[in-house]
């Protein structure tokens, strides 16, 4: 049980008004939502959705490192970039993926065949998008260096 849910059952076992549970909650609980996405209207702006999705969904992979002695800084990391393909059906699920160009690391392969994974279901097509499935291919970079980062390459998908 989360310490929301603890201080919840708390607060109405003590017989506070129902009111007093808002008043009485964490300032996050109290918070307007994030806004929405703006909508998908065009091929654009659904791949600007794919793409923020996905990045979203990124992680930069452990890798091995060698052992250090005391006082020796670890290198940098060792950056790469996968190319996937992808069908993705109307509403928005994949039904396959693989690596079509790979990083040269097992490690960064499988994080960006992840990532899809962990995105999906993918934002639905428009309507003026025709088709019942896309095969799609999606760039993803992951820069190593002192501190990781990840993200798809800012080109949109490319349609087959």
């Known amino acids: 049980m989360s310490a929301f849910r603890r201080y919840a059952l708390i607060l109405?076992?003590?017989?506070a008004p129902q009111g007093a549970l808002l008043a009485?909650?964490?300032?996050?609980a109290r918070s307007k939502p994030a806004p929405a996405p703006p909508p998908i209207t065009d091929a654009k702006s659904w791949h600007a959705a794919l793409l923020?999705?996905?990045a979203a969904?990124?992680?930069f992979p452990?890798?091995?490192q060698p052992p250090l002695k005391e006082g020796e800084v670890p290198p940098p990391l060792p950056?790469?970039?996968v190319t996937i393909q992808f069908?993705?059906?109307?509403?928005?699920?994949v039904h396959s993926a693989t690596v079509i160009q790979g990083s040269g690391r097992s490690e960064f392969d499988q994080a960006a065949l992840e990532a899809l994974k962990r995105a999906t279901p993918l934002p639905k097509p428009p309507a003026n998008v025709t088709g019942e499935s896309f095969?799609?291919?999606?760039p993803i970079v992951f820069r190593g260096g002192s501190q990781p980062q990840n993200t798809p390459k800012g080109t949109p998908p490319r349609a087959n």
Not at 12 to 15: C, I, R, V
Not at 24 to 28: E, V
Request: proline share 6%; net charge positive.
């Open 62 to 64: 452990n890798l091995p």
């Open 52 to 54: 923020r999705q996905v």
């Open 24 to 28: 009485a909650s964490p300032a996050w």
């Open 57 to 59: 969904s990124t992680r």
């Open 79 to 81: 950056s790469g970039q």
């Open 12 to 15: 109405a076992l003590l017989g």
């Open 135 to 138: 095969s799609l291919r999606l």
């Open 87 to 93: 069908v993705l059906d109307r509403n928005g699920q």
